[in-house]
């Protein structure tokens, strides 16, 4: 089967909506890497970054903004739909209203942040790649991938960890949220570090006939 560029486009959209929602929807579930505690969503994160980085170095700043725009659509609509689930009543014979009001109510605040928070890092994202483009007139992929990933993974994570942990309780002072909040954004930096392959690998096969 040959695929072609669209197919191929319209694949990487379908992965990077694919990572957005099993970020929002598994993100409520805390584990420990090499004694931090992190999100699980921490492993799709940096899948978006990857596409968009790609999209934007074949297709252009506009489509992979385009992809950025489309993917908000979706979550939003997501939003929506989680909070119109939660409301609605349960039938009698479902005695499971409390443990899905409890996964994906928890899940609203976290999706409003998440939203936020991906917006403003994607399109930085996809700015700050086409800008760091222009300047090195076309030249070094790994450069322009890493510098514009680092700086918006940490405004995704200082955007997102402020509102959708800020005062939840006592302890989540902007102090102990900045504690979080680098631990959390260096594991990001390691991730984007490692994805640099992966970038040349995707121009490489987006752009092959």
């Known amino acids: 089967m040959v695929l072609s560029k669209d197919f191929k486009t319209d694949l990487l959209l379908g992965l990077f909506i694919g990572a957005l929602i099993l970020a929002n929807t598994?993100?409520?579930?805390?584990?420990?890497?090499?004694?931090?505690?992190?999100?699980?969503?921490?492993?799709?994160?940096?899948?978006?970054?990857?596409?968009?980085?790609?999209?934007?170095?074949?297709?252009?700043?506009?489509?992979?903004?385009?992809?950025?725009?489309?993917?908000?659509?979706?979550?939003?609509?997501g939003l929506f739909m989680i909070y119109v689930s939660i409301i609605l009543p349960a039938n009698s014979t479902w005695g499971n209203q409390d443990a899905f009001a409890s996964i994906f109510g928890a899940t609203l605040r976290m999706t409003i942040a998440s939203i936020i928070a991906f917006s403003l890092s994607q399109l930085h994202d996809v700015w700050a790649f086409d800008l760091l483009k222009r300047k090195t007139k076309g030249k070094y992929l790994w450069l322009r991938n890493n510098v514009?990933?680092?700086?918006?993974?940490?405004?995704?994570?200082?955007?997102?960890?402020?509102?959708?942990?800020?005062?939840v309780a006592p302890k989540f002072t902007v102090q102990f949220i900045f504690s979080l909040i680098i631990p959390y954004w260096l594991?990001?930096?390691?991730?984007?570090?490692?994805?640099?392959?992966?970038?040349?690998?995707?121009?490489?096969?987006?752009?092959?006939?």
Do not use: C
């Not at 992809?67 to 659509?73: K, R, S």
């Not at 514009?148 to 005062?167: E, G, R």
């Open 148 to 167: 514009s990933t680092m700086i918006s993974q940490f405004i995704d994570t200082t955007v997102f960890m402020f509102l959708a942990f800020y005062h």
């Open 26 to 77: 598994l993100g409520t579930k805390i584990t420990t890497l090499f004694g931090v505690r992190v999100s699980v969503g921490i492993f799709f994160v940096p899948i978006m970054f990857l596409v968009t980085d790609i999209i934007a170095e074949v297709h252009g700043k506009q489509r992979a903004k385009n992809f950025v725009y489309v993917a908000l659509i979706i979550m939003t609509f």
């Open 187 to 209: 594991f990001k930096v390691l991730f984007a570090l490692i994805d640099t392959p992966f970038v040349y690998a995707g121009v490489w096969w987006l752009k092959k006939k």
